[in-house]
């Protein structure tokens, strides 16, 4: 059953106000892939407040969250770091929240990072890096969270083609720039 007009279907939720806000304003440029996007957001943070000493997703976190593969969508590239910085670090301008850049550009930016990060902002970079990739990797890799508990929030957010949309667009990279198939991956 479809959601009245200006209502949000609630499978397009992430359970965080702020992420959900958030991807309202992006809502036309992710267009089909909404539900997708907005699954593996909620999934990455159920996977970061597993893995945070406290259980806690910051506003930081649940800002870059949001951010964080955005840039795909809205600047129409596999290459989406730099367009996800852009609109993060646009975000909260607008908000007045500043203070945050720094620490959200360094989680969007290292997020795909193969070895551990160690540099600034560590404890949240590093939680961030890790929780993306238990998801990436469909929960092969769990980075220490327990089993059940990643089947368990995979079977609370459905993929809905997200992981088949990414592996769409990262054939087309491969294909259009093939000795730049994976711009996003740090070492």
């Known amino acids: 059953m479809a959601a009245a007009p200006g209502v949000r279907s609630p499978s397009c939720t992430t359970g965080f106000a702020l992420v959900d806000a958030i991807l309202e304003r ?4 992710l ?13 990455v943070l159920a996977f970061y407040r597993g893995l945070a000493p406290g259980h806690q997703a910051p506003e930081q976190v649940q800002i870059a969250g949001a951010f964080h593969d955005l840039g795909i969508w809205t600047a ?3 290459d989406y770091l730099a367009p996800s910085v852009r ?4 975000y909260l301008t607008v908000e007045g929240r500043e203070e945050l850049a720094p620490e959200v550009e360094r989680i969007i930016l290292e ?3 193969i070895t551990p990060y160690r540099a600034q902002f ?7 890096r890790r929780a993306d990739l238990v998801d990436l990797s469909l929960g092969a890799i769990r980075s220490g969270l327990p089993c059940g508990f990643v089947r368990e929030v995979r079977a609370s957010r459905p993929n809905t083609g997200f992981h ?9 990279q491969a294909i259009e720039h093939p000795l730049h198939p994976l711009p996003m991956v740090r070492l």
């Open 122 to 128: 560590h404890e949240t970079v590093e939680t961030f």
């Open 76 to 78: 129409r590239t596999f």
């Open 87 to 90: 609109l993060a670090r646009d």
């Open 164 to 172: 088949r949309r990414l592996t769409q667009l990262g054939v087309r």
């Open 26 to 29: 992006f809502a036309g440029s």
């Open 111 to 113: 997020h795909h990072k």
């Open 31 to 43: 267009g089909a892939d909404r539900e997708g996007y907005a699954g593996h957001v909620a999934r």
